[in-house]
């Protein structure tokens, strides 16, 4: 055990040794070359111009030997750093193939000239993140469909198993015929919604753009839903600014249907809706305010998600199912138009859509 331990330190001496006497001779040979040329001094001074010669060869040997290590040495810590670092890429890439996008690569420790390692992790760390919010809307929105089925489907076995009952009075039977009705009906429009959202958001929807009147357009929606706002004794403030707009007349339908249905919705009995229609140099700005229970500041950033319900409870009862705005968000940005939305609890909502004159 002791000779494993000594055969380092004397090879490591005999090395220097061997350097010594190498450095001594290549010393000692450029003397003689340097004495060949010009006359030989005395012996001390030929000994010390030996030494010189054999000390500046050692020198330039050492520096040399320095940096021979020094590159070695470097090229072994960059290749450390390069297998860390795809040993880490490897390992994050097989755990997003695997549906995990809960991955972090360091941003650190990759440093190395020449190289973009930083700027692909960096890459790599924001794609898992994009992907896992991603993932976490696709949850969302098949938990948010399966509810929306789910509720008007028990609904309707529920009341449907009640109708076997033979000893139902006629009231009772056409009450639960009705909520089967209703609930069916919801069944339907949600799936009416779906496929129109899945349709524009897949970008395969033809946008057909042509010319029409916005003005009558919008009257055609309110004589659709006069016997809702009529029921309810709504007063309607109608200013319909006579105008022609190049757009998708089908689509731009939905948007002011969807927007007056809500109005209505939530408008209590004997309120008011506003209707504006105006037309600038540049734009088209429709205006739909209403007095009804109003939205929440807090409500206000998310109305437009898909599924969301500023007051669940009371939209329920209504028969909404939370993709309404979507579409009529999807519609606006489609004609690179905006749409905002001002409310206060209880004080009324306004929603204002500004369309630009030339797509």
């Given amino acids: ?54 000390l500046t060869v050692l020198t330039l040997a050492l520096i040399l030997i320095n940096i021979i290590i020094h590159r070695v040495f470097k090229n072994g810590k960059q290749n450390d750093r390069r297998n860390k670092f795809l040993d880490d890429m490897t390992d994050a890439l097989n755990k997003i193939a695997r549906g995990n996008f809960d991955v972090l690569i360091s ?81 339907s429009k949600l799936s009416d919604n779906l496929l129109k959202l899945s349709a524009l958001e897949s970008d395969d929807t033809s946008f057909a753009q042509h010319e029409f009147r916005m003005d009558k357009q919008i009257e055609s929606a309110l004589l659709m839903l006069e016997p809702q706002w009529a029921k309810k004794n709504i007063n309607l403030d109608v200013s319909l600014e006579k105008l022609t707009f190049t757009g998708d007349e089908e689509l731009l339908t939905q948007v002011w249907v969807n927007l007056l249905h809500n109005a209505v919705k939530f408008t209590p009995m004997d309120g008011s809706i506003h209707i504006t229609l105006t037309e600038n140099e540049n734009d088209v700005c429709c205006m739909i305010a209403d007095n009804g229970i109003g939205i929440s500041e807090e409500d206000q950033i998310h109305i437009f998600e898909h599924f969301y319900k500023a007051d669940k409870s009371r939209d329920r009862a209504l028969g909404g199912n939370g993709l309404g705005l979507s579409l009529v968000k999807k519609i606006v940005d489609m004609h690179k138009g905006q749409i905002i939305v001002k409310s206060e609890m209880e004080k009324g909502t306004e929603f204002i859509v500004t369309l630009p004159n030339n797509i």
């Fill in 1 to 54: 055990m002791k000779e494993n331990q000594k055969n380092p330190k004397v090879l490591f001496g005999l090395m220097w040794g061997i350097l010594f006497i190498l450095c001594f001779i290549a010393g000692y040979g450029l003397s003689e070359l340097l004495f060949s040329a010009i006359d030989r001094p005395s012996a001390l001074w030929v000994y010390l111009i030996c030494v010189c010669f054999s």
């Fill in 107 to 187: 941003t650190t420790g990759y440093d190395m000239p020449g190289n973009d390692f930083t700027e692909l992790a960096k890459s790599v760390n924001k794609m898992a993140k994009e992907l896992r919010s991603m993932e976490n809307l696709r949850q969302d929105f098949i938990s948010n469909v399966s509810h929306e089925i789910q509720s008007p489907l028990t609904s309707i076995s529920g009341f449907a198993a009640l109708l076997k009952n033979e000893n139902l009075s006629a009231e009772q039977r056409n009450h639960y015929l009705d909520v089967i009705e209703t609930e069916s009906k919801r069944l």
